[in-house]
């Protein structure tokens, strides 16, 4: 089966070629496997003045994409995603250019629509049936979504601490969600083991090529929106970290097609302190991040205690001199309240985390007070808990005015 542009895959760690056109999971060296285009053959079939002309989100990407025929293309109405400056921030705390690009806005209110569009978009076109993944919560919500749009089976697998508004939207969305007494590295280990056992393909992050061909598109579209000249450094919140492994790729893609030069943003991990492999290890100067051990956070969507692209991760980071960074709870908290009340962005709890490291970067001098930064919010913060607000008039008794002064 022909795939677009693909020309081949290729594992992440030991370069060797897989062909096109058929199923993959993960390389036999049991790493990612990348997907790489004729990209001459991109740069024939588009050029920036038509892709300006188009409207339907992501999908306006799809010569930079695998999936070969457009019935296969599964959408839920899909936007770009806005980039929105936080001004009363940068003055009040003397730093440059803020951008949070508020990936809430997509379907199933997550960055997570991306990936797991494409994913399902490709099993379909594959013809597989039934598809199955670990989740914090989000992911999860965007495969049932995606999947029932292309009817295909979906079944899902959550820490039973996920918030209930991820789970129920799980189900409502045909979804067969199921909590673990565990975190999402314990429930991936049943969706491996479930393989053999009742014949799902695995759709964990990283461990099929595709859902980092969806997220490669918020590379695509930040470079669009910075008129083909890229911010000075970008704030990522990471867990399994497809999306700045997409986002490089995408950068490398770009060039190689002469639609932006060789100047790289630096690439920021934001981790939380209760789970930081990633921090731990670009510390320690290595590649491989071992499993975190006890991982707690509020921030669920990080709370990934190990990741199968941890090299391609600290590699991004590593080649772009950027760091990784993590922050506290109380930090996060603080963070996603200044951002709701200078600036009217809800954040969930990832995307304050962002933030934070912002923030703190900014005071510790590791980014220039010039730099135009560019934060993801990966999801709405209206599916997350929020402080209570219990304040109450009784209409029927004499109102004390100065409450109000």
């Known amino acids: 089966m022909r795939l677009a542009s693909?020309?081949?895959?290729?594992?992440?760690?030991t370069g060797k070629r897989y062909e096109a056109g058929r199923v993959h999971g993960l390389s036999e060296a049991g790493r990612p496997l990348l997907v790489r285009y004729d990209l001459d053959a991109v740069a024939r079939s588009?050029?920036?003045?038509?892709?300006?002309?188009?409207?339907?989100?992501?999908w306006r990407y799809r010569e930079f994409l695998p999936v070969a025929r457009e019935e296969d293309r599964v959408s839920l109405g899909e936007v770009v995603t806005p980039l929105?400056?936080?001004?009363?921030?940068?003055?009040?705390?003397?730093?440059g250019p803020l951008y949070v690009k508020d990936e809430g806005r997509l379907p199933t209110g997550s960055f997570k629509a991306r990936g797991l569009?494409?994913?399902?978009?490709?099993?379909?076109?594959?013809?597989?049936?039934?598809?199955?993944?670990?989740?914090?919560?989000?992911?999860?919500?965007?495969?049932a979504a995606y999947a029932a749009r292309a009817g295909l089976r979906s079944t899902i697998f959550c820490p039973d601490d996920t918030p209930p508004v991820n789970v129920e939207e799980i189900s409502l969305q045909g979804g067969d969600v199921y909590r673990v007494n565990g975190l999402i590295n314990d429930c991936g280990k049943i969706v491996g083991e479930g393989k053999e056992k009742v014949g799902?393909?695995?759709?964990?992050?990283?461990?099929?090529?595709?859902?980092?061909?969806?997220?490669?598109?918020?590379?695509?579209?930040?470079a669009e929106q910075f008129q083909w000249e890229l911010p000075e450094i970008i704030f990522y919140p990471t867990g399994g970290g497809t999306g700045?492994?997409?986002?490089?790729?995408?950068?490398?893609?770009?060039?190689?097609?002469?639609?932006?030069?060789?100047?790289?943003?630096?690439?920021?991990?934001?981790?939380?302190?209760?789970?930081?492999?990633?921090?731990?290890?670009?510390?320690?100067?290595?590649?491989?991040?071992?499993?975190?051990?006890?991982a707690a956070t509020i921030a669920a969507g990080i709370r990934v205690p190990v990741a199968v692209g941890d090299f391609?991760?600290?590699?991004?980071?590593?080649?772009?001199?950027?760091?990784?960074i993590a922050v506290d709870d109380d930090d996060i908290r603080g963070a996603q309240k200044e951002m709701a009340r200078e600036e009217g962005l809800l954040l969930c709890p990832e995307g304050a985390a962002t933030y934070a490291a912002w923030r703190r970067a900014l005071a510790d001098g590791l980014i220039s007070r010039a730099d135009r930064a560019v934060l993801f919010n990966c999801a709405t913060g209206l599916k997350y808990p929020m402080p209570k607000a219990e304040k109450f008039i009784d209409?029927?008794?004499?109102i004390d005015w100065d409450l109000f002064a």
Request: aromatic fraction near 8%.
């Open 395 to 398: 209409r029927t008794k004499a």
């Open 244 to 294: 700045l492994i997409g986002m490089w790729k995408a950068f490398d893609e770009l060039e190689k097609i002469g639609w932006i030069g060789g100047k790289r943003p630096r690439m920021v991990a934001v981790q939380a302190t209760g789970c930081a492999p990633i921090v731990r290890a670009w510390e320690r100067g290595e590649e491989h991040a071992p499993l975190w051990e006890n």
């Open 200 to 222: 799902w393909f695995d759709v964990s992050t990283l461990k099929e090529p595709y859902r980092i061909e969806g997220k490669k598109t918020m590379g695509l579209e930040l």
């Open 84 to 95: 929105i400056r936080a001004p009363r921030i940068e003055r009040r705390l003397a730093g």
């Open 46 to 58: 588009i050029g920036k003045e038509a892709l300006a002309r188009r409207t339907d989100g992501f």
């Open 117 to 143: 569009a494409l994913a399902v978009a490709m099993a379909k076109q594959f013809g597989l049936k039934h598809l199955a993944m670990p989740t914090n919560g989000n992911a999860g919500a965007a495969l």
């Open 6 to 13: 693909v020309s081949h895959l290729e594992c992440s760690l």
């Open 312 to 324: 391609l991760i600290i590699r991004a980071v590593r080649e772009s001199d950027g760091f990784a």
